[in-house]
């Protein structure tokens, strides 16, 4: 599976931004989707992840209440819908393809095995 990330940008703290990661093919449907982070000096952390049929859905606490993860299988793509930003929250953003069928996805960067390049996201004071 080919993952592209797209949808990062400079914004102000307390703006939003939709980031997208879409797949090459329809088999990206049947594994759970999830978003990851990293920013300088940092190792690579969870931030959001969601199950093959969407049904469930889990987040970091550092975003829970303020980022909203979904899918269209339709389309092959799936969503980070981040709203109240603070500047803590700049890295590059990573979207991944984790375990097919997963009822509950994973937090472990270990357990995705496909990834997207990554898309910038820089919140300013």
């Known amino acids: 599976v080919q993952l592209q990330a797209s949808g990062g940008g400079l914004v102000q703290a307390g703006g939003s931004l939709r980031l997208s990661c879409a797949a090459s093919?329809?088999?990206?449907?049947?594994?759970?989707g999830g978003w990851f982070r990293q920013a300088p000096g940092k190792e690579r952390e969870f931030v959001a992840a969601?199950?093959?049929?969407?049904?469930?859905?889990v987040y970091a606490d550092s975003v829970k209440g303020r980022f909203a993860i979904s899918r269209d299988n339709a389309k092959n793509t799936v969503y980070l819908q981040m709203n109240n930003l603070k500047p803590e929250d700049t890295a590059v953003y990573y979207c991944?393809?984790?375990?097919?069928?997963?009822?509950?996805?994973?937090?472990?960067?270990?357990?995705?095995?496909?990834w997207g390049q990554g898309t910038q996201v820089t919140v300013s004071s």
């Open positions: 093919d329809r088999t990206f449907s049947i594994y759970a």
């Open positions: 991944a393809a984790g375990t097919p069928y997963s009822t509950r996805p994973s937090t472990s960067v270990k357990e995705y095995n496909y």
């Open positions: 969601i199950s093959w049929s969407g049904g469930v859905t």
